[in-house]
């Protein structure tokens, strides 16, 4: 993993910190990332480093994942993440000078970006990776069932492990990360763990209660989404829809037409894991197409 060339903090209003670095090549087209839900932003490094070289990179994790420490549980919300958003934009601007703003974004992020896009404005674009939207023809009902089994399962799951193989160990028995690159359990363990002060185990660096209530209220906000009031250029590259492990739709595609969607075949809900090379080719051929490098 490289060193930062700045690192910048990002104070909320109501105490959250968060952490944003800047890699790559400053002269470059400015690019914002950011990550999935009890993830990490440096965990998709073997995605963004192909974009070290040609461009100006900002890479940040959501409030109480990742670098960031625990914000406050009852502001773990998608309000508090579009209102982040909006400060981590200006931060960028006021610290680095004003430029065009590229955002690539995965999952949760994917979705606040666009709920940002519609209140604030300020992309010149959006490349959205299998955002959790609504799928066509499908009902609001669903969707809350899916929150709440998600909810239910961060709730359940083991946050605490006596090291970090033990994790990567849970994570290739896991058929949710079954096309994970290789070697990628482990980088996810390294980058999403923490030590526990005063004991030889590691716990996850999202609390699993932050996790839990993220998912119980995400999907709701999905339902608000009108990709129709985003008035930049948006992308969005879903994973497999035939695969179990997908927020995109299944079958019927006719809705989507009009966003620029597209799918990634044999590949999960985390595509920039499995094949990250493709996963940029394809944000490449949109943005070059748009005239926005």
Known sequence: MPEPAAVLEVLTPDGALVYVRRHGNPDGRRIVFSHGCGLAADSYFPFWSLLLEKFDLFIFDVRSHGWNPPAELRNQNVPHFITDFELILRAIGEKFEEKPVIGLFHSVSALVAMLHEEQWKGFSGLVLYDPPIQPPGGKPEDLVEIGESMSADARRRRDRFRSRTQYARL?????????????????????????????????????????????????????????????????????????????????????????????????SHFLQLEEPQLCLDMALEFLESQRLI
Not at 178 to 203: K, S
Not at 210 to 227: K, N, P, S
Not at 245 to 261: G, K
Request: aromatic share 12%.
């Open 171 to 267: 994570l290739r028995r896991s058929p949710a990360h079954r096309h994970l690159l290789r070697g990628m359990p482990e980088f996810i363990a390294e980058t999403t763990l923490r030590p526990v002060d005063g004991t030889d185990e590691f716990q996850l660096c999202c609390p699993k209660e932050h996790e839990a209530q993220l998912y119980e209220y995400l999907f709701g906000w999905a339902m608000r989404v009108d990709l129709q009031r985003v008035s930049c250029p948006v992308k969005v590259i879903g994973a497999d829809p035939t695969e179990p492990y997908s927020f995109m739709p299944t079958s019927d595609f006719s809705n989507l037409i009009d966003v620029n969607y597209d799918f990634l075949p044999n590949t």
